[in-house]
């Protein structure tokens, strides 16, 4: 008989199971609720949220975000037994039964923190069937879930009044702090407010709340829950009656964040103390730039170690509505002006084709109708690589970039991470090196941190992680040196004029930039550091006369500097072992022969840099005077001498008799010389015949005429490819317009004696 009755006991209890797990299987448990998107810095602390898509400000809030003295509350008021029951308390809901059906009506009480939840999930009318229900959700719940993810759950959702929800929106909407750093009586408000969150709301109800919190620190001192002391310091901290703003800390770049990143709770880089810094510079500093018609800025702090973005300032103010304010500058496209320019001095170093003191001419030229023009509207002959860089010549860098190779170039910088710049590379021209193309501030910032990291770019680390991030090798280290070298001079012109103090002038290597119509200013530096971004100009695209990146940009790079990198770190960049030191020409940069009077020390790549030996200076015979040429056929007995003389550049030897400017010139040849005159006509001496022109399509470059004669020569005939041209005297200038690959030069005297020389012509 019992061994039926317990036979029939267990079938029971076996359906009972068999049944729960059925159920368990088609109702798996609901704890899918949407949260505020949460964005916080390196240190954690929070930065910002934005509403769930319910309009909620319900933040996922962890068990260890929370001061324990609150949980420790909580559990004591809501369900002591948390810990030990398994959803469902039985003593309490016999308790509950008892009193409900003595009083009649009200289903209330016995919840465990477990059933609230299911409940805070999934509200239902209270009702005796729903409350058994859940029941059942609450045991599922505990089956699912661990102890710790149930609490976590139900702070989380807890409701605080208004669209307040979980504990960690409260902390900071009520007492404008993370729930890790609430005091005592802030968390024992907090645990109160749920029970009747709209009459206890901290601001419309106060006194209501403020009564409730005494009565539960009182009630904790009889249960001796907390020290004696620390709970009449509960009693006695008064409290304010507020609701503070949602906390929007460095806000363009938590919309930055938000529009590019999902995820609940997003830890970023953002280092708080230096974003606070940055933000007060600029925003002085826009300030007292406002007389001048000079209305924003944006800044961008990469910090090298990691490429993480720790600091970021869209604008100067997101609030002022006026300068649009909201706008991102760190995005926007704009005109890099002269910044580029190390991109190209750079990959000229990486590709062999120049050195520092490499010379680059600066001389007028036009460009197929492009004829661009330095910032002081001077011209300076031939300068060195490094001169020009610094000086930020713009002749220089476009001659530069045409014998780089243009498109090269631009798939250069296509790989350096300049989005627009790639695609619009099918119609951008040599003004590219000048400013005319778009760019951002990230990009710019990031291209510039690969010269302090070796020549490797890496992807911006918005988000907080342990691992490095992948890199592409773009130059090398030792062009990427040779940048850094020479940016970090201080003797150049874009040196702002009126910085006061010389001693706290930071050590780093820095370009500025100011774009056609001085409309944006920039200076972006480095040091192995941190690589710093500053844009400064209106968002509307105005320009202001003031507007140029060394007078308006640089001030502030430097004070950035000065007020983030305040490590006793204060290291250069070690130069490589393959960037050697080599004695080369002064006067072109080239490995020096006998015949160059003057050398200098030079940089050089190993197995990169060219090793051209100068072939400047030329041995030419004269007589003692210097006033005559001989050649070997005329040399006179009566005497002569040997000397060196420069054989410039056509174009730069044209330059220097156009403006007057002195150099060693051979002198004309022997005009007795029977072997150069005698029945051979005359020497043309431009075009020289092993010279290879470049010109641009369509452009209106013209190629000199000259040719030496013979003495009694009245008239030359010039021809091109043997139709005729034009007449003119010996020793006068006469230019034509090549239209061919490969012209036939043809110089007729006046004696039917002529000569030919056959060049070569690139179009590009
Ligand atoms: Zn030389
Ligand atoms: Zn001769």
Redesign the pocket.
């Known amino acids: 008989m019992k061994k039926r009755i317990f036979k029939k006991y267990l079938i029971t209890l076996l359906s009972i199971i068999v049944l729960l797990f059925l159920l368990d299987l088609i109702f798996p448990p609901k704890v899918e609720k949407s949260f505020s998107k949460v964005i916080t810095a390196k240190d954690g602390s929070l930065l910002t949220a934005y509403l769930s898509p319910d309009d909620k400000w319900r933040m996922q809030t962890k068990l260890d975000e929370v001061s324990p003295e609150l949980i420790k509350a909580i559990i004591n008021k809501e369900d002591k037994w948390f810990y030990w029951h398994l959803g469902v308390n039985p003593i309490a809901v016999a308790r509950a039964l008892f009193s409900n059906i003595i009083r009649g009506g009200r289903v209330s009480g016995a919840s465990t923190i477990t059933m609230q939840v299911v409940r805070l999930l999934n509200p239902k009318e209270r009702t005796y069937s729903n409350k058994f229900i859940e029941m059942l959700r609450a045991l599922q719940l505990e089956i699912h879930y661990s102890k710790k993810e149930i609490l976590g759950m139900y702070l989380s959702l807890l409701p605080f009044g208004g669209n307040i929800e979980g504990v960690k929106a409260a902390s900071y909407f009520y007492f404008n702090r993370p729930p890790s750093k609430l005091s005592l009586a802030q968390a024992i408000t907090l645990m109160v407010i749920p029970n009747d969150p709209n009459d206890l709301r901290l601001d419309l109800n106060i006194k209501n709340t403020l009564k409730k919190k005494d009565f539960w620190i009182r009630k904790f001192k009889k249960e001796k829950l907390f020290s004696a002391s620390s709970l009449d310091d509960a009693l006695n901290e008064s409290l304010n009656s507020n609701r503070y703003g949602r906390k929007f800390i460095a806000p363009h770049f938590c919309n930055y964040i938000n529009e590019n990143y999902r995820g609940t709770e997003i830890k970023t880089f953002l280092d708080p103390g230096i974003q606070q810094k940055a933000e007060v510079l600029l925003y002085n500093y826009i300030n007292r730039a406002k007389t001048k018609s000079i209305t924003n800025g944006a800044v961008l702090i990469i910090d090298n170690k990691n490429s993480s973005v720790v600091g970021y300032c869209g604008s100067a103010d997101y609030y002022d509505y006026n300068s649009s304010g909201q706008v991102n500058g760190v995005i926007s496209i704009r005109s890099p002006g002269s910044t580029l320019k190390p991109a190209l001095y750079a990959y000229a170093f990486n590709k062999g084709i120049l050195t520092p003191k490499m010379k680059l001419l600066d001389i007028p030229t036009d460009f197929g109708g492009y004829n661009p023009e330095n910032y002081d509207l001077k011209f300076r002959g031939d300068v060195t690589a490094e001169f020009a860089l610094m000086n930020s010549l713009n002749i220089p860098a476009v001659r530069l970039l045409q014998e780089s190779g243009f498109h090269e170039f631009l798939e250069f910088l296509g790989r350096g991470g300049f989005k627009e710049i790639n695609a619009q590379k099918n119609i951008l021209g040599l003004s590219t090196i000048l400013g005319g193309c778009g760019v951002t501030l990230e990009e710019l910032t990031r291209f510039y941190s690969c010269f302090a990291d070796g020549g490797k770019l890496h992807q911006l680390n918005y988000l907080y992680k342990k691992e490095n991030i992948k890199s592409t090798n773009i130059l090398s280290e030792s062009s990427a040196f040779l940048i850094a070298d020479i940016l970090s001079n201080n003797y150049r012109p874009d040196f702002p004029n009126d910085l006061l103090d010389l001693t706290r002038l930071p050590k780093i290597a820095w370009k500025t930039g100011t774009s056609y119509g001085k409309r944006d200013a920039w200076a972006v530096g480095f040091n192995p550091r941190y690589t710093i971004g500053v844009w400064i100009g209106n968002f509307n695209g105005k320009g202001s006369p003031y507007l140029s990146g060394s007078e308006m940009a640089v001030p502030l790079l430097f004070d950035l500097f000065n007020s983030i990198d305040v490590g006793q770190d204060k290291s250069w960049f070690k130069k490589p072992g393959s960037v050697l030191t080599r004695e080369v020409?002064?006067?072109?940069g080239?490995l020096?022969?006998k015949?160059?009077s003057h050398t200098v020390q030079d940089y050089y790549i190993v197995n990169c840099s060219l090793s051209k030996y100068?072939d400047?200076?030329k041995e030419v015979y004269v007589n003692l005077s210097g006033t005559l040429e001989y050649c070997p056929g005329c040399l006179p007995k009566s005497g002569y001498k040997k000397e060196y003389y420069p054989f410039y550049d056509p174009q730069l030897k044209l330059w220097y008799m156009q403006n007057d400017i002195a150099f060693k010139q051979v002198p004309i040849h022997n005009p007795d010389c029977q072997i150069k005159f005698g029945g051979k006509g005359p020497i043309i001496t431009s075009p020289s015949k092993d010279y290879e022109y470049f010109i641009e399509e369509d452009s209106n470059q013209e190629i000199l005429l000259q040719a030496a004669c013979g003495s009694g020569v009245k008239e030359i005939y010039w021809y091109l490819n043997d139709r005729y041209y034009k007449k003119s005297a010996p020793g006068k200038n006469l230019f034509f317009k090549p239209n061919k690959e490969k012209i036939k030069i043809t110089c007729l005297d006046d004696k039917g004696r002529d000569a030919n020389v056959l060049i070569k012509v690139k179009f590009y």
Do not use: H, S, V, W
């Open positions: 020409c002064a006067e072109t080239l020096p022969t015949n160059c100068c400047l200076y």
